[in-house]
Structure formats: C-alpha cells, structure tokens
C-alpha cells in the first residue's frame, strides 16, 4: 500500500508532466514567506506543503534528511531538543516558512560570515526536474560529494531548475557559549575593527552596525567555547550585553534581525530594500540610511527605485552586486504580489558567460520552462 508521502510525490509528478505537456508554468510555492521576493509569480501554485515530515534524523552523526514541505520551525524544533541547530540562520520572514523554500532562496542569516551560507550544509537533494523525472544528487556525508555539485546548485535557483522534494542537511551542535558586545562607533570605524578582529584568533560570529538614536552603534556576537569567548570579551572591550547587564533581550534583537522584524526594514512611502553583497573590506558606501551585517559583507540600504542606477553603480564599484530585496509597500501586498506590473529589475544583470551557463542549465532541468517562470530573470 502506499504512502500518503509516496501518494503526494507521485501526485506532483503527475501534475509536472502534464505541465510540460501542455507548456503550463507551474509556481512552486511552499508556505509563502518569500513571495514578495523575485522578479515574477507566474502560473498555477504548485504546492509542497503535502511533501512533510523528517524522513531521518541521526545525531550523533549531525545529519537530517527532511521532505520539502516541512515547517522550518518544526525542523529547528526537533533539532534543538538534541541542542543541535542549523548554524547559517535561515531567516523565516514568517510561520509558514519551509525547508524547500529555505533551499530554494539561499538565504542566510547573521551567522552567514562565520558559519557559512544555506548551501554549504546541503548534502544531497531528490527533486524533480521539468520532464517529471525523479532525480537524485548527493548524499548525506560531506566526502560523497564530487563533480558538478548539483545538490549544492539548487541552493538560490528559487525554483527555477526544478522541484525539490526532499534535502540531507549538515547540522551542528549549539555553541556552549554566546556574548554581544555594543560599540558606538562610525560605520568607517566599525569596519574597520571588523577587519582588525578578522584576522585575529576570535570567536567571532555575527554583526550589525546600525544608527541609534541618530548613533552608529555596532553589536558583536561570541559564539565558541567557554574559555574563547570569555578571552574575547577581555581583549576587544565594549560594553557587554546580556542580563547581568541590564539587557535580557539581547537573543532576541538577533531573531529579530534574522527574520527581518526590526524597525530599520519597516519601509515608508516609495522606499525600497536593497541588499548589496560586498567584499568586507569595502569601505562605507555612502548611501544613507544603512544597516551593516556579515562583518561588512552584507549591507542593507532603503532607497527609492528612482536610485537604482545609483545603487547598483556604487555595488558593481565595489566589485559587489545589488539585489532589490523588497520594492516599495505600495506593490508589495498581497493584491499587488500576485501580478507585478511595474517591471522592476530585481537581480543584477547577468554577465555573457554567466548567462549562457543559466540558460543551458535551465534547458537541461527544465527543457519546456514551466517552473517559476520569470522569478529570477524576466525572459527566463
């Protein structure tokens, strides 16, 4: 008899193949928490919440496999009754958030430049591509990776390449020990110290520089060993943040910048989210209201789209890019999410070789282009 999970995928598949058929866009979608980001939602939903549960869990050897359409927080549940996690911080945006579309977006959170980004905990995948066809990559140890990693290359794809039904994910166990150091500072100066403590022996495990009350203040987090974090605290000074101290709520400032609740990305009137991805040691770029993360490698600036040119020049410069993270609250609700007509540019342009790579990818995943169809490139 079969499954009800075996019933689920088979029901997918066969809705796949009459998609390619018939050259149906299909939109995969889990729990909806990313809709607002990508550059289209095109097609009839195809929904992966049937894909749930964990299909095996093993601590000792930190490895999970789990279906696509689990509850991310359910995941990070089960996990941290072995006080075990998942180190990249994927952000939730919402309650409705899943591990395929965790996958899928490649987001991380503020433990990205210390502990690596969503695809480098990616074992293995089983998915399905735009043919109906069940495929499988990877596995579940690190060292059963080689070759063109596909497994890894389905992290940030955003759907386009296929279904992912099921994910082996590398976990790690929870540090023993956290503190938060507070600086006011200068966006210029708390790169620079950044950069100073980089090359430095220290636990180092996220930062956010941000304006306070009209104050640059930048915000540490030690993670590691007792004895590391305890040395750290010690040689690099600031003022210490936890309950001793007065701040109880220091853990949650940090959920609250990983999943984006903090009043800096509440927008106002045309103001639009970007998201810039630079080296670390660039300098500060100048474009006002600014929050800094990933020791300076991830910085968040509200704009109107009129500065898009502005942005992007200023990113590309700094041998980085600029992604349009969120457009403006007058086209981002839920009326407006589900047919955009304004035509921004959300990604960066694509080089010539690069585009080429995309394309033929995208032809041999998804030859008649029925999944998410335009999300991450408008004629793509």
Known sequence: MMSN???????????????????????????????????????????????NGITSYEPSELVVTVQAGTPLAELEAVLAEKNQCLPFEPPHFSAGTTVGGMVAAGLSGPSRASSGSVKDFVLGVNMVNGKG??????????????????????????GTLGLITEISLKVLPIAP?????????????????LNTWGAQPLPLNASCWIQEAGQGVLYVRLRGAVAAVEAAIHKMGGQLQNAASGNATVAADW??????????????????????????????????????????????VKLPY?????????????????????????????????????????????????????RDLKRQFDPAGIFNRGRMFADM
């Not at 149906?24 to 894909?51: A, C, E, V």
């Open 5 to 51: 999970a075996s019933q689920n995928l088979q029901g997918v598949v066969e809705r796949i193949k009459a998609a390619a058929s018939a050259g149906t866009p299909l939109r995969i979608r889990g729990g909806g928490s990313k809709d607002f980001y990508g550059q289209s939602l095109q097609g009839d939903i195809l929904d992966t919440t049937g894909l």
């Open 133 to 158: 066809e069940e495929l499988h990559f990877g596995g579940t140890v690190m060292k059963n990776v080689a070759g063109y990693d596909v497994s890894r290359l389905m992290a940030g794809s955003m």
């Open 177 to 193: 020990a956290e503190a938060t150091l507070k600086f006011a500072c200068t966006q210029a100066d708390a790169l620079n110290m």
């Open 255 to 300: 959920q609250a910048l990983r999943h984006q609740n903090m009043d800096f990305f509440k927008l106002q009137g045309d103001e639009c989210l970007w998201r810039l991805s630079v080296p670390d040691t660039t300098p500060d770029l100048q474009l006002g209201d600014s929050l800094v993360e990933w020791h300076g490698a991830q910085r968040w």
């Open 306 to 358: 009129s500065e898009a040119v502005h942005i992007r020049g200023k990113a590309n410069a700094a041998a980085g890019n600029a992604i349009l993270f969120i457009a403006h609250q007058a086209i981002n609700t839920q009326d407006n999410i589900e047919n955009r007509a304004e035509n921004k540019v959300v990604f960066n342009p694509l080089k010539a070789p690069l585009d080429r790579i995309h």
